[in-house]
Nanobody
Framework: QVQLAESGGGLVQAGGSLRLSCAASGRTFSRYDMGWFRQASGKEREFVAAIVRSGGTTYYADSVKARFSMSRNNAKNTVYLQMNSLKPEDTAVYYC???????????????WGQGTQVTVSS
């Protein structure tokens, strides 16, 4: 079992930056691939980014590539999502997820956090 808790969301102007954090419970954090998804009001949950267990490989949605950067610190059981050059269309609830298996862009991961709201004003 893994419990996830996101933090760092908030209100920011377009062009600004935010860094989201996701703290995981348990001693097996390094066994899980980690991901970030987001869900805008009235839309389906969509893939944002993922990072493999070692932190050696990351994946990004085309819409955030070159603006967002995901990293992890296995010693602190934490993953991060650095979001730069934010746009109003990035407004959504952002969810942290964990998966023990192959990384997938489908929102079918094993464990989920409660989410943190990110609002980008124009």
């Amino acid at each position: 079992q893994v419990q996830l808790a996101e933090s760092g969301g908030g209100l920011v102007q377009a062009g600004g930056s935010l860094r989201l954090s996701c703290a995981a419970s348990g001693r097996t954090f390094s066994r899980y691939d980690m991901g970030w998804f987001r869900q805008a009001s009235g839309k389906e949950r969509e893939f944002v980014a993922a990072i493999v267990r070692s932190g050696g490989t990351t994946y990004y949605a085309d819409s955030v590539k070159a603006r967002f950067s995901m990293s992890r610190n296995n010693a602190k059981n934490t993953v991060y999502l650095q979001m730069n050059s934010l746009k109003p269309e990035d407004t959504a609830v952002y969810y942290c997820a964990a998966r023990n298996g192959i990384v997938t862009r489908s929102p079918t991961w094993d464990y989920w956090g409660q989410g943190t709201q990110v609002t980008v004003s124009s």
